[in-house]
């Protein structure tokens, strides 16, 4: 059965510096990824996803994430963070041949100005 | 992207009753999901509504407390039948519009639903 944990419940970073979000996953053959951020009273948005191909995806608002199937991660990450943010990140795994996507517990960015 | 709409936008319902949340995407899609989500954490699937078959349910999930329908491409309803205290939760409604994306998932804004 497929799975996904975030590690941390919450990331603080100040304003300017790299954040990271981090997330494993566990799935039976090769494994779709994807990262959805949601913002206060918001409704969630896709950022990115890795399918194949080049192990460094780029996303919306600047955000990129890097699959390592050895350590079977797929963390966030953003060379310069901003206050805006700020959000709760959501990873999630579907597996190659599946559509049932399953996501982690969520872990809440504060970016401090 | 698909842009969704969900009514109500919120609930506050008394125990025992039932309330039928409708879902509308702007275009047609094949694969709609429901989850169901507390304030803050993380989503759990409830069903998947393709239109023209049953939906499947998650495991802890059943038909007769969760009614879905899916009568065409653009529209879906979940039905949270005989409600309790539990129930009392954010029900997302998201597609896939694979004429724009595959895999990615659009969502609804949520209904969020009190029970009393």
């Known amino acids: 059965a497929q799975s996904v944990a975030q590690p941390e419940d919450q990331v603080n970073v100040a304003e300017g510096n790299p954040l990271t979000v981090k997330c494993t996953y566990s799935v039976s053959g090769n494994p779709y990824l994807f990262w959805y951020v949601q913002y206060p009273n918001r409704g969630l948005q896709f950022l990115l996803k890795?399918?194949?191909?080049?192990?460094l995806v780029k996303g919306s608002y600047g955000f990129e994430a890097e699959f390592n199937k050895s350590q079977t991660s797929f963390h966030l990450k953003k060379p310069s963070a901003l206050v805006s943010d700020s959000a709760l990140y959501f990873c999630a795994v579907r597996e190659a041949q599946g559509f049932k996507t399953i996501f982690g517990a969520g872990t809440r960015l504060f970016v401090k100005a | 992207s698909a842009v969704i709409s969900q009514k109500p936008s919120r609930d506050i319902c008394q125990r025992g009753t039932s309330l039928t949340i409708q879902c509308q995407v702007d275009s047609q899609v094949t694969m709609m999901f429901w989850y169901r989500q507390q304030p803050g954490q993380s989503l759990t699937l409830i069903a998947t509504a393709n239109q023209g078959s049953e939906a499947t349910y998650e495991s802890g999930f059943v038909i007769d407390k969760f009614p879905i329908s899916r009568p065409n491409l653009t529209f879906s309803t979940l039905t949270v039948s005989n409600m309790s205290p539990e129930d009392s939760s954010i029900y997302l409604c998201?597609?896939?519009?694979?004429?724009?994306?595959?895999?990615?998932?659009?969502f609804g804004p949520g209904t969020r639903l009190t029970v009393l």
């Open positions: 998201s597609v896939e519009d694979e004429t724009v994306s595959w895999n990615e998932q659009f």
């Open positions: 890795y399918i194949t191909g080049d192990n």
